[in-house]
């Protein structure tokens, strides 16, 4: 079970639960780059296919991605806005992650952007510095009531281009019905450390039938790499857009990703490739094959539903054993964003505000986001969430005095970065390449993805 399936990254991703088969679909982003670039080209007249109707009535689109479920809530937020503003009609357009980024990158190069855009963190620089993205701070948006490190995530020098959706944080999800069966107790997030989940997935995994294992893998997200790097002084980027770490520094990363593998503590490789091509209703935690598993935050409630039982978020391990060294960060899970070319830019900010501000609004996204950036709103629907939003509620709270400097944004061509950490987690596990011949040839391609 890989680490973080979803960008929430959804998100994307994650948040969220697109499965990895679908993931395997996703391009890196010189489509994205290619296609951005293009709307410089654009005559600067005209814009996007929103419409205004005789008696004044303003057409909006809203593209995300997403589940059923998403769409269903978020369908019902628009309701709740155009019963508020019946002069203003939005016009949904949503799909799955895997076609998402594909079709937003063609739309973008057409001068046909949808007006207002749900935009992940991966591309939100890449979009933002081609002129794509509206500068959100130029209009009626109350920013007031919003977390300030999730808020500054959709700031960069182009302006305030996206204003954050919900957030998360990363975590490691227990189950503890695996750890009782294995008769072995459930570690303490407080004072942990790495060494502790290595002993304690390896003790799981001994005392467990056949296929069961105390932890999934990490590796296939760069996310689990961003935690390590900052655990050890170093970081994923600069704020200039540069790599914040050495060949040596990810070797170490998977190195210690080896003996988790040669003590069984983890998955083997070839179960791990496997794994990664499941739903997340089908994962080694929802099913009872994994003890511990990486996830975002806002993904609990479907692992929760999808293993039929209580689960336990606990946060990272430290190399002190001292939670405040986790160096846990509040994520901004999605942004809502709007295209720089919008024919309405008043009414487009009025509906991300509307979003980010409004307790209807709430009540219908509630936390399939992630946990609601604004403090009065997540407030104020708090007894409309189910025990496992509740649960995801509390930890972000819990961590708040924990967490560390926020990290530098990713910058344009970091889309490619998860595909290069995936493959060469693979080479490693499966022998095709020492931990320090991937260091060096994943950091050297990194490097190259994000300098063009």
Request: charged share 25%.
């Amino acid at each position: 079970m890989p680490f973080f399936p979803r960008s929430e990254s959804a998100a994307s991703q994650p948040s969220e639960t697109t499965s990895r088969s679908a993931r395997r679909r996703f391009r890196s982003t010189g489509v994205v780059a290619a296609a951005a670039a293009a709307v410089l080209a654009l005559s600067a007249c005209g814009g996007g296919a929103s419409t205004q109707s005789a008696d004044g009535t303003v057409e909006l689109r809203f593209s995300w991605w997403g589940s059923d479920k998403r769409a269903q809530l978020t369908q019902a937020a628009i309701a709740a806005f155009e019963a508020e503003n019946p002069k203003i009609k939005i016009k949904p357009e949503y799909g799955d992650w895997s076609g998402y980024w594909d079709k937003l990158a063609t739309q973008v190069a057409a001068n046909d952007a949808p007006d207002i855009i749900q935009m992940d963190e991966k591309y939100i620089t890449e979009y933002s510095s081609r002129g794509a993205l509206l500068d959100l701070s130029k209009y009626k948006i109350d920013t007031s009531k919003l977390d300030e490190a999730a808020l500054n995530a959709g700031r960069s020098e182009d302006g305030l281009t996206g204003i954050a959706a919900g957030i998360n944080a990363a975590t490691i999800v227990a189950n503890p019905a695996v750890f009782k069966a294995a008769g072995v107790a459930l570690p303490d997030d407080k004072t942990w450390t790495w060494e502790d989940f290595g002993r304690i997935a390896a003790d799981v995994t001994e005392k467990s039938p056949k296929g069961t294992y105390g932890a999934a893998a990490y590796g296939t997200d760069e996310a689990s790499l961003g935690v390590w790097l900052r655990q050890n002084g170093k970081s994923l980027y600069t704020s200039d857009g540069k790599l914040g770490f050495e060949p040596k520094d990810i070797a170490e990363w998977w190195a210690f990703l080896k003996q988790l593998s040669e003590k069984k503590a983890v998955p083997s490789a070839s179960e791990v490739v496997e794994a990664e091509a499941a739903p997340l209703d089908q994962s080694g935690l929802a099913t009872g094959k994994n003890g511990l598993a990486f996830w975002w935050s806002n993904q609990l409630p479907a692992l929760e539903k999808a293993a039929g039982a209580d689960l336990q978020i606990l946060r990272f391990p430290s190399k002190t054993g001292q939670a405040a060294d986790s160096q846990l960060w509040y994520k901004a899970s999605q942004f809502w964003s709007a295209s720089s070319r919008t024919k309405h830019p008043e009414e487009t900010a009025k509906f991300i505000d509307f979003l980010a501000n409004n307790e209807k609004a709430g009540a219908a996204l509630l936390a399939d986001r992630g946990v609601y950036p604004n403090s009065a709103v997540r407030a104020a629907i708090e007894p409309k969430l189910t025990p496992a939003d509740i649960k995801v509620v509390k930890f972000i709270d819990q961590i708040k005095g924990e967490l560390g400097e926020a990290p530098a944004p990713p910058p344009k061509g970091a889309g490619a970065i998860q595909e290069i950490v995936k493959r060469y987690t693979s080479e490693v596990l499966f022998n095709r390449l020492s931990t320090e011949e991937a260091g060096k040839k994943a950091h050297d391609e990194m490097k190259s993805a994000i300098s063009k």
